[in-house]
């Protein structure tokens, strides 16, 4: 740094500010330029060891996900972590477990590396604590919500999702709609069956129970949804996922029916695997993985450091992000991606 500043003509402690991001309202702008130019010219790069020595602070996030980091298409979520701690000059470690006793075991090897700050994420949406070995740490919950709303967390608006796409298919003349729903007990199954309730009734149509298929998977579901059909001859249907969207595909054409024509489809998740190789192609909402890992490190950075983190910078996603100081648990409002299974 004195190098830096004998090039530059300032004082070393106007290099320190300068370099180390805090001479906004301290340092004139075009001589700090110039620092950061001489910086450059002369090949300065931060030692991030020696800096966490002196502020007692690595900069490093520990990720501690369930699932999350082995499952594809929910991958998003860590990508966006990623960009958003490089943008303010933190990395992430990233460790996948498999039950508490795992949990416990990386947690600690997260903590002999020193981290600042921990994500917890569960995948799809559950409610979760945080284990009781987190307590001293900033610790954010991902696509999780804490089970007495007291961690700051981010997820999808379940309830939102439901409600705009049962709405897509009031707007395309849909009479008879189902819901495809999952029998398990999960935040997203409740939020997609109150907001698809609601979109009914907001529109004036009577709920009828009949209409509702609440299923797990495989030769059972396709089979509960086939008598669906026989039983009450749905012209549209809201699915809980994309996967579940399949067996209304496979019921349509063994009875010569046309999606997007004949039974209109929105599926959820916009998976790869569905949502591009259906034909025709299905209209989904798009779940904000990479949304909610970008805020997440936002908002455990800004724990970290104690102040707002500047979002003048955040990118433009599909999904616009809720503010930092949103309620818990912050809910993003999910984009739903027109394809070809819905009558225009």
């Known amino acids: 740094?004195?190098?830096?500043?004998?090039?530059?003509?300032?004082?070393?402690?106007?290099?320190?500010?300068?370099?180390?991001?805090?001479?906004?309202?301290?340092?004139?702008?075009?001589?700090?330029?110039?620092?950061?130019e001489k910086a450059d010219e002369l090949g300065y790069?931060?030692?991030?060891?020696?800096?966490?020595?002196?502020?007692?602070?690595?900069?490093i996030l520990g990720f501690i996900s369930e699932e999350v980091a082995t499952t594809p298409y929910a991958g998003g979520i860590i990508l966006g972590a990623q960009d958003a701690a490089s943008t303010y000059g933190y990395m992430i470690i990233t460790v996948s477990t498999d039950g508490r006793a795992s949990e416990e075991n990386e947690i600690a090897t997260l903590k002999r590396y020193g981290v600042d700050g921990f994500f917890y994420s569960k995948m799809s949406n559950r409610i979760a604590s945080v284990p009781a070995s987190l307590g001293d740490y900033p610790v954010v919950?991902?696509?999780?919500?804490?089970?007495?709303?007291?961690?700051?967390?981010?997820?999808?608006?379940?309830?939102?999702?439901?409600?705009?796409?049962?709405?897509?298919?009031?707007q395309a003349d849909c009479k008879r709609i189902a819901y495809i729903g999952c029998s398990e007990n999960m935040i997203a199954q409740d939020g997609r069956f109150a907001g698809y309730q609601a979109a009914l009734q907001d529109s004036g149509f009577a709920y009828d129970p009949s209409l509702v298929c609440n299923v797990l998977n495989n030769g059972p579901a396709l089979r509960a949804v086939d008598k669906l059909f026989?039983?009450?001859n749905p012209d549209g249907f809201f699915c809980f996922n994309d996967a579940r969207a399949w067996y209304v595909y496979e019921c349509a054409a063994r009875r010569g029916l046309t999606v997007g024509k004949d039974v209109s489809i929105v599926g959820v998740d916009n998976h790869r695997v569905f949502a591009e190789t259906l034909e025709p192609q299905l209209t989904t909402v798009e779940l904000p993985h990479y949304e909610m890992g970008y805020w997440a490190a936002c908002k455990l950075i800004s724990m970290i450091e104690r102040k707002p983190v500047d979002s003048s910078s955040w990118p433009n996603t599909t999904a616009p992000m809720p503010p930092l100081d949103s309620p818990i648990p912050a809910k993003i409002h999910c984009a739903l991606i027109e394809k070809g299974s819905v009558r225009s």
């Open 45 to 59: 790069t931060v030692n991030p060891l020696a800096r966490s020595l002196r502020t007692c602070r690595t900069r």
């Open 141 to 170: 919950m991902v696509d999780a919500t804490d089970a007495d709303n007291q961690i700051p967390s981010i997820e999808p608006d379940e309830f939102q999702i439901a409600y705009d796409a049962t709405k897509r298919l009031i």
């Open 1 to 36: 740094m004195k190098e830096i500043a004998e090039a530059a003509g300032v004082s070393i402690s106007t290099v320190s500010l300068v370099l180390n991001g805090r001479d906004e309202g301290r340092v004139k702008a075009p001589l700090a330029a110039l620092v950061r």
């Open 230 to 232: 026989d039983e009450r």
